[in-house]
């Protein structure tokens, strides 16, 4: 009989074997209040590959003694969701316990499909945990998601991952009879991505490689010699989602096209959702296009909007023209360094005080209190401007926007120095 995975040898079976997650699981996690009170409510976990969303919902299915349903939304329909729903009220009729339904990959449900669940868990029939690696809030339907718990997982930091890399060699069924010494683990821990199945699927593939020896000594020099030669055994499953993805924002960002749209073709070849590709370009046009090409962004949001009308296989052909696009823009990502600034600006100094001229006074007690006062219409100014302060007193001084070194905001930055003479340093 042949033998089981180590990443499946090595799932947790309860709370307390599953080691991560401890701010949904922890001692006041709300996971584990809901278990140890038996009250669940229907949730959404959200997280990349590997960070054990499956495996929670079937712990939270065992320690609260309830009925298991599970679909995969790549292969089931309303038929099928209908199916498991009367399954599920005759159980609930019987066992007093509402079942849950696992529902893997609950972002690729339709609108239909994700509607037909509706009424099961208003009516309390079943207990919904759905997984998905994309943000609910774009891909799960208003009325379902209002109906849900949104949860969302992490990946494994090192010390996680480094636990469970010992914990496999020492519990393990298999791994333990063998004499395996670990005497660099970087390399692991830096190919898994923080993803615990690639990382047990790399281990199993290195420690296949010494299976006719007595010792096994397993280092950084290793590692990366057997994983490379077996890039595609381990990095199986949709895991190659976020490797590419990154791979085409990059490719944008390094203005080549010849390389974004050979990604693009990747993804477009692998079944991605193009809903997912286009999202991500229109962040690429504010990120790394920014003020250097601000019609980027419209363009992108443009692609975005035009892939939904026209549909597959039409959208490639939308999808690449806003890839050439802006991997030939210009590039600046001053707004993304100017938000990041001003939020952490903001976090360390507090709520400082609005500046009285710059306050709302919709009474007439505020407005004896001076709100509003002395404040200027810049429309009525020459040049639609006029010098006055914006910003807190103690932040008067502070620039957050640095114009970046290219044609369009080299204008700006005189433009900006020509109306603030010395105030800002752009």
């Not at 054990?52 to 038929?79: F, P, Q």
């Not at 997982?153 to 393990?172: F, G, P, V, W």
């Not at 280092?219 to 077996?230: F, L, P, T």
């Not at 990041?340 to 009285?356: E, I, Q």
Request: proline residues 4%; aromatic residues 8%; glycine residues 6%.
């Amino acid at each position: 009989m042949s033998q089981s995975p180590l990443a499946e040898r090595m799932r947790p079976n309860t709370l307390q074997d599953y080691q991560y997650q401890n701010h949904l699981i922890g001692k006041d996690g709300p996971i584990k209040r809901m278990v140890d009170s038996g009250n669940l409510a229907s949730m959404i976990f959200w997280g990349p590959p590997g960070t054990g969303k499956t495996t929670l919902a079937e712990i939270i299915a065992h320690e609260s003694k309830r009925d298991y349903y599970t679909l995969s939304a790549v292969s089931s329909g309303v038929k099928e969701v209908r199916e498991v729903i009367e399954k599920a009220k005759n159980q609930n009729l019987f066992t007093g316990k509402s079942p849950i339904l696992f529902i893997d990959e609950i972002h690729r449900f339709n609108k239909s499909q994700q509607d037909s669940l509706l009424q099961a868990v208003e009516k309390g029939w079943i207990v919904l945990i759905g997984a998905t690696t994309e943000n609910p809030s774009f891909e799960v339907v208003s009325a379902l998601l209002s109906r849900c718990q949104i949860y969302t997982l992490y990946h494994l930091d090192k010390k996680a991952l480094s636990n469970l890399l010992q914990r496999a060699i020492t519990e393990d069924e298999v791994l333990s009879k063998k004499k395996i010494i670990i005497e660099e683990e970087e390399a692991l821990i830096h190919y898994s991505g923080g993803d615990a199945r690639k990382l047990l699927n790399s281990l199993d593939l290195v420690i296949q490689q010494f299976s006719d020896q007595n010792e096994i000594h397993i280092n950084n020099e290793e590692i990366k010699k057997v994983i490379q030669q077996n890039m595609a055994l381990y990095d199986k499953d949709g895991e190659q989602h976020y490797d590419i993805i990154s791979a085409f924002i990059k490719s944008i960002r390094g203005s080549d096209p010849n390389a974004a749209v050979y990604w693009l073709a990747r993804m477009l070849d692998g079944g991605e959702d193009i809903k997912f590709i286009a999202r991500r370009m229109i962040i690429s046009a504010s990120e790394d296009i920014g003020m250097a090409n601000p019609t980027a962004l419209i363009l992108a949001n443009n692609t975005f909007q035009a892939i939904n009308v026209i549909g597959n296989p039409e959208a490639r052909i939308l999808l690449s023209q806003c890839a050439i696009y802006l991997a030939t823009s210009p590039k600046s990502n001053t707004s993304y360094l100017a938000i990041n600034s001003a939020l952490s600006y903001v976090r360390s100094t507090g709520n400082l005080p609005v500046p009285l001229p710059l306050r709302n006074a919709p009474t007439q007690l505020m407005k004896e209190l001076n709100y509003g006062s002395d404040y200027k219409y810049a429309h009525d100014y020459h040049g639609n401007f006029v010098y006055q302060e914006f910003l807190p007193e103690e932040a008067s001084q502070k620039t957050f926007y640095h114009p970046g070194n290219n044609p369009r905001e080299n204008k700006l930055r005189e433009y900006l120095k020509n109306l603030w003479i010395d105030k800002y340093d752009f």
